[in-house]
């Protein structure tokens, strides 16, 4: 480390971002960048800490503790403390083949188990890291690597998101001929798709690493959806020497109540997704939120995602239902470090909706009992209460409505937020893959095959919807079993 009394010197401080009521006028991303000496300065906070929790990549009860893909944090913000931003870009690349991805969506449990973070703010890990990517890419350090070697052996990666590209990448180094297929028109699954373009720039982010792959030789094939008439598994089992599967957990989890059939309600997914490929295709059509009564039932990221899509349409309203309660503002006594720290946080989305109505969005404890209509059957209304949380008759926590608070809200559009079920089972089932019980494709954790010889499986299709940086680990991870399956052995990480 560079500086052993950073940590003591020098405050946490973060770029400001775009001002809220400026940023609705576009889809252009809201976050800006620190100058080089304020970078460098919050590089050198970073301790030496002797075990830095940071990179450890563990699951403390339940949850992301450090980096899954295992960054090495310390050493590159030592690097940008000292101002060597090459060498901090090749300690970046060693572990995480797409950082300007991660830099900007990431949840960032390193920050969650960052040492200084036990007794202080921690250090700005995330910020740094995509400080870093983002500079390599201007500068130029990053070129097309194409491998010097080939194998001989043909993989195929099914889903382009974020594990499908990281295990194609990984699979590309070591020789292979890898080609992607994806079933939508651009590549990126969840990055192209289900991420807006305030968070994710899709041509001058996305877009841009994919080109850098595609001069790497990789291979996409867009608008082909594997398991159906257009490309028999038969086919793909014929044609390729391994597969790997990265399609994700795309099943949207539904809320059967009564009004569910009603014109206005719709997967938060096929929301997001729509808008952005008519962002990207000018005409496209799309489901509009403007001069409506906005619901959004969830209150994860996709749920911010549709508060901040619906606000930039110009929404008349927009509220945001969380049945969970509201996290305290600082650790409770059972959630220490370094667990992730489940605490109250404000996301570009509800500051946005502050700035623009006066409140939060969100309205914690509350469910959706029944949506009203009109005779045309569009929505206009939703019923809602809000609930406790206590022990049913097998000892569970489930949400108990609290009789006299029903509520009728106005409604045009309702988004579902509620999260996904696991992936969809036609391309499982053609393969006769083995299941587990949440219907994930069956593959051990840290060796990726699945019950059929050839075929591994890896990120949200296999352990349940998660981060994107867990989606990255499965991919690399897949890609090196799948290297030691068609060679024999392996020198991926």
Known sequence: MGKPTGFMEYNRELPADR????????????????????????????????????HTGMLVSGMACGCPI???????????????????????????????FTGRVCPAPCEGSCTLGATEPA????????????????????????PQNRTGKKVAVVGSGPAGLSAAAQLNKAGHQVTVFERADLPG???????????????????????????????????????????????LRSEFDAVVLATGATLPRDLPIEGRSLKGIHFAMDFLTANTKALLNEGADYISAAGKDVIIIGGGDTGTDCVGTSLRHGCNS?????????????????????????????????????AKFGADPRVFQTTATRFEGDAD??????????VQWEKNAQGQFAPIPVPGTEQVRPASLVLLAMGFLGPEQELPGALGLE???????????????????????????????????????????????????????????
Request: one cysteine or more.
């Open 318 to 354: 927009v509220v945001q239902l969380e049945i969970m309660p509201r996290f305290p503002d600082s650790r409770a006594d059972d959630n220490p470090w370094p667990e992730w720290p489940k605490t109250h946080k404000v996301d570009y989305g509800q500051e946005e909706a502050a």
């Open 189 to 235: 699954g969840l990055l192209m798709y289900g991420i807006p373009n305030m968070k994710l720039d899709k041509r001058d982010v996305v877009l841009r690493r994919i080109q850098l792959l595609e001069a790497e030789q990789i291979t996409f094939v867009c608008n082909t959806n594997i398991g159906s008439a257009d490309y028999p598994v038969e086919k």
């Open 435 to 493: 299941r587990d019980g949440r219907s994930n494709i069956k593959a051990d954790y840290g060796r990726y095959a699945t019950s059929v010889e050839g075929v591994f499986a890896a990120g949200d299709c296999r352990r349940g919807q998660s981060l994107v940086v867990w989606a990255f680990n499965e991919g690399r991870g897949a890609a090196r079993e799948c290297d030691r399956y068609l060679m024999g052995t392996t020198e991926l990480p």
């Open 19 to 54: 001002e809220p009521l400026e940023r609705l006028k576009d889809w252009n991303e809201f976050h800006l960048h620190l100058p080089e000496q304020a970078l460098r300065t919050q590089g050198a906070r970073c301790m030496d800490c002797g075990i830095p929790f940071c």
């Open 123 to 146: 250090v700005t890990i995330k910020n740094i890291e995509v400080s870093i990517v983002d500079r390599a890419w201007q500068e130029g350090w990053i070129t097309p690597c194409p």
């Open 70 to 100: 295992n960054n090495l944090i310390p050493d590159w913000n030592d690097l940008v403390y000292r101002g060597l931003w090459r060498q901090a870009l090749d300690r970046l690349h060693r572990t995480n083949n797409f950082p300007e």
């Open 377 to 386: 059957g569009n929505v206009t209304a939703i019923h809602t209460v809000q």
